[in-house]
């Protein structure tokens, strides 16, 4: 790994690991070297800092799950629920009008503010964001606050008939891959993983370095070897 001092204006900028630190290692292959952690100079740090213990899926992570129908809502309640039981930090959000009398207010909040808003606050404070309900309202909502796959929350859509969990949107580095299978498993739905790697059975290098608590310090060469990996070339490392 190349000291986080080297070099200038790198790949995303974190923490001066730039692109270039890592070498390519001659053939149609190549090799990435890992740096421990890295951070913006706002304190922003990569989720590849992260420890895990499962592929992707950060132990301690914030969920959020809204919902925007009364059969949506049952889910949502079911999901919250479960993964609190889990021991995971959750909280679920329904309309108003599908609150239930007495509801536990502890974990099940209503719906104030609009899906752009609820999600505007989310991407500040959460780890994973489910929603239940069509994708094109997931789409639509986070499309003004992606910033980069480093950093960005986990994404997962369940329809309200809990029979798909989708995984949208950081589903290696945030964990959404991770978080869409437990989801369904919790429900019972059918897990839909669509990255390259995961649907061939193969370790992305992200996640491969994120279980060792690494950093990626080329983000270019790391897409380049994720390629040749789906595209069944040997690649090594040291």
């Known amino acids: 790994p190349g000291d986080a001092g080297d070099g200038?204006?790198?790949?995303?900028?974190?923490?001066?690991?730039?692109?270039?630190?890592?070498?390519?290692?001659?053939?149609?292959?190549?090799?990435?070297?890992?740096?421990?952690?890295a951070c913006r100079d706002n304190g922003e740090c990569s989720r590849l800092s992260e420890p895990v213990e499962t592929a992707g899926r950060n132990t301690e992570m914030k969920i959020a799950v809204i919902s925007f129908t009364k059969a949506g809502s049952d889910v949502c309640r079911r999901l919250t629920g479960e993964f609190l039981r889990r021991g995971e930090e959750c909280r679920g959000y329904v309309p108003e009008k599908y609150r239930e009398e007495g509801e536990n207010?502890?974990?099940?909040?209503?719906?104030?503010?609009?899906v752009g808003r609820w999600t505007q606050k989310q991407f500040g404070q959460a780890d994973g964001l489910i929603y239940i309900g069509a994708a094109g309202i997931a789409v639509r909502a986070i499309a003004p606050y992606l910033k980069d796959k480093m950093t960005d929350p986990a994404v997962v859509v369940i329809d309200d008939q809990s029979r798909y969990a989708v995984s949208l949107l950081s589903?290696?580095?945030?964990?959404?891959?991770?978080?869409?299978?437990e989801a369904a498993q919790i429900l019972g739905a059918v897990p839909v993983i669509t990255t390259a790697s995961d649907v061939r059975g193969l370790t992305a290098v992200d996640v491969w370095a994120r279980r060792r608590g690494?950093?990626?310090?080329?983000?270019?060469?790391?897409?380049?070897?994720?390629?040749?990996?789906?595209?069944g070339e040997e690649v090594g490392f040291f």
């Open 171 to 181: 589903g290696h580095v945030g964990g959404a891959n991770a978080l869409a299978e």
């Open 214 to 231: 690494l950093l990626i310090s080329d983000r270019i060469l790391a897409k380049e070897t994720a390629a040749a990996l789906v595209n």
């Open 8 to 37: 200038a204006g790198g790949a995303q900028g974190y923490g001066g690991l730039e692109q270039g630190s890592g070498r390519r290692a001659g053939g149609s292959g190549g090799c990435v070297f890992f740096c421990l952690r």
């Open 105 to 114: 207010l502890n974990f099940i909040f209503p719906v104030t503010d609009s």
